[in-house]
């Protein structure tokens, strides 16, 4: 009796294992989404978030991936905080599956979590909008890339435009973390470099009550012909701009992608701000991106960096399709050599060329939700737009694009 037991045990544990094993080649294949959907980037991380689910809509509508399997998009909230990040990126990985991520918005947090979880696991990170000349130079065994432009652009493009606006001197406010240091040492040496005058810069931390100490360091008494502020809406950046005009610290501002919200508009009011100009990596959105969200959601894409998004998933899935593999590293190989500017082309969207074209063995020549795309060696986007934008009658509207 025992012998057939056993035997019936080895049986069953038999099937179980081979089910097991056609799932895992059968199941969804899942991409994670890392996003601020609480702290100060909570106004972006939603709207972003949103973008990137269009990029599984799209595949599950077109026959889906690796041969019919169902992409999924796993969310964790980074809470705009490198542990939490890490944390939240640790059950991305751990629990829920995912075989890359998307994310993060915060070039801190992106940092923190490719070196605690994304390098360590041999997992693909796409960042959406972390800009940080930092990421440039990570020893991340070529993991980590980005579908945004590295603030070496927008620092440059912010110098020029203070330039162009007459600006000679300019004080700098920037939240302490690579970000915003990073973007202030690109914009400090553009600006002088163009004949301008930096009167003082001061990091701020945030979530204080009051900036006060900031504000004076940065100024040193004198009036600035501008305050360029390097930060977020909430957490420090509303609070920073209400303190500034109150105590007259300063007469007009630049800002850059981290505030470009209407909620300061509406915090401030619209007369404060009316013809503050500001900077932000931007897109040439495509059609079928911008009809897409609007299907969905009922309204235009509300926020930057939401293209760059929907193109981190759909290139994410793309590699994967290349490689006919979950495997982070394979992901990571099929990424790096996807793209050539000879390629087919193939637009955002088209998923089921996209396919075709990478089962024929051609390269693919992107144009994405965002534009055009190639990679370079450290995984960064080597062109693409920054914009220039203006507060103007209570709204944000774009006054021009520089292409890079």
């Given at each position: 009796?025992?012998r057939?037991?056993?035997?019936?045990?080895?049986?069953?544990?038999?099937?179980?294992?081979?089910?097991?094993?056609?799932?895992g080649?059968?199941?969804?294949?899942?991409?994670g989404?890392?996003?601020?959907l609480?702290?100060?980037l909570?106004?972006?991380?939603?709207?972003i978030?949103n973008?990137i689910?269009?990029?599984?809509?799209d595949i599950?509508?077109?026959?889906?991936?690796?041969?019919?399997?169902s992409?999924v998009?796993?969310?964790?909230?980074?809470?705009?905080?490198?542990?939490?990040?890490?944390d939240?990126?640790?059950?991305?990985?751990?629990i829920?599956?995912?075989?890359?991520?998307?994310?993060?918005?915060?070039?801190?947090?992106t940092?923190?979590?490719?070196?605690?979880v994304?390098?360590?696991?041999?997992?693909?990170?796409v960042?959406?909008?972390?800009?940080?000349?930092?990421?440039?130079?990570?020893?991340?065994?070529?993991?980590?890339?980005?579908?945004?432009?590295?603030?070496?652009m927008?620092?440059?493009?912010?110098?020029?435009?203070?330039?162009?606006?007459?600006?000679?001197?300019v004080?700098?406010?920037?939240v302490n973390?690579?970000?915003?240091?990073?973007?202030?040492?690109?914009f400090?040496d553009?600006?002088e470099?163009?004949g301008g005058?930096?009167?003082?810069?001061?990091?701020y931390?945030?979530g204080?009550?009051?900036?006060r100490?900031?504000?004076?360091?940065?100024?040193?008494?004198?009036?600035?012909?501008?305050?360029?502020?390097?930060?977020?809406?909430?957490?420090?950046?509303?609070?920073?701009?209400r303190?500034?005009?109150?105590?007259?610290?300063t007469?007009?501002?630049?800002?850059?992608d981290?505030?470009?919200?209407?909620?300061?508009?509406?915090?401030?009011?619209?007369?404060?701000?009316e013809?503050t100009?500001?900077?932000?990596?931007?897109?040439?959105?495509?059609d079928?991106?911008?009809?897409?969200?609007?299907?969905q959601y009922g309204?235009?894409?509300?926020q930057?960096?939401?293209?760059?998004a929907y193109?981190?998933?759909?290139?994410?899935?793309?590699a994967?399709?290349?490689?006919?593999?979950t495997?982070?590293?394979?992901?990571?190989?099929?990424?790096?050599s996807?793209l050539d500017?000879?390629?087919?082309?193939?637009?955002?969207?088209?998923?089921?060329k996209a396919v075709?074209?990478i089962?024929s063995?051609?390269?693919?020549?992107?144009?994405?939700?965002?534009?055009?795309?190639?990679?370079?060696?450290?995984?960064?986007?080597?062109?693409?737009?920054?914009?220039?934008?203006?507060?103007?009658?209570?709204?944000?509207i774009?006054?021009?694009?520089?292409?890079?």
């Amino acid at each position: 009796m025992k012998r057939h037991w056993t035997v019936l045990v080895l049986a069953v544990a038999l099937l179980l294992g081979t089910a097991l094993a056609a799932h895992g080649q059968s199941g969804p294949v899942v991409i994670g989404s890392l996003m601020s959907l609480t702290g100060g980037l909570a106004p972006y991380g939603i709207p972003i978030q949103n973008a990137i689910d269009l990029v599984a809509n799209d595949i599950n509508a077109q026959g889906g991936i690796l041969g019919g399997r169902s992409l999924v998009i796993a969310h964790r909230d980074d809470g705009t905080s490198e542990q939490v990040g890490v944390d939240a990126a640790s059950k991305l990985v751990n629990i829920d599956g995912a075989t890359a991520i998307v994310g993060a918005l915060g070039s801190g947090i992106t940092l923190a979590v490719a070196q605690s979880v994304a390098i360590p696991n041999g997992v693909v990170m796409v960042s959406p909008a972390s800009t940080s000349p930092t990421l440039s130079t990570l020893q991340d065994d070529g993991l980590v890339f980005r579908t945004v432009l590295s603030d070496e652009m927008q620092g440059v493009a912010a110098a020029n435009l203070a330039r162009e606006l007459g600006y000679e001197t300019v004080s700098i406010i920037y939240v302490n973390n690579p970000y915003g240091q990073g973007l202030y040492e690109k914009f400090r040496d553009a600006f002088e470099a163009a004949g301008g005058r930096v009167i003082g810069a001061s990091p701020y931390d945030e979530g204080n009550s009051s900036y006060r100490g900031e504000l004076e360091a940065a100024t040193r008494g004198e009036l600035p012909d501008a305050m360029l502020v390097i930060g977020y809406v909430q957490q420090g950046g509303t609070t920073i701009l209400r303190q500034a005009i109150e105590g007259g610290y300063t007469q007009r501002f630049l800002l850059t992608d981290g505030l470009k919200s209407l909620e300061i508009v509406e915090a401030l009011g619209a007369d404060v701000l009316e013809g503050t100009y500001g900077t932000a990596a931007s897109t040439t959105s495509s059609d079928h991106f911008q009809q897409a969200y609007e299907a969905q959601y009922g309204t235009p894409p509300p926020q930057p960096y939401m293209a760059e998004a929907y193109d981190a998933a759909f290139l994410i899935a793309m590699a994967i399709e290349k490689a006919q593999s979950t495997d982070g590293y394979a992901i990571r190989d099929a990424l790096s050599s996807l793209l050539d500017p000879n390629g087919v082309e193939v637009r955002a969207g088209e998923w089921a060329k996209a396919v075709e074209v990478i089962a024929s063995g051609e390269k693919i020549r992107y144009i994405g939700a965002s534009g055009y795309f190639t990679f370079d060696e450290a995984g960064d986007r080597t062109n693409g737009v920054v914009e220039v934008w203006k507060i103007t009658g209570g709204d944000i509207i774009t006054e021009r694009q520089i292409e890079f």
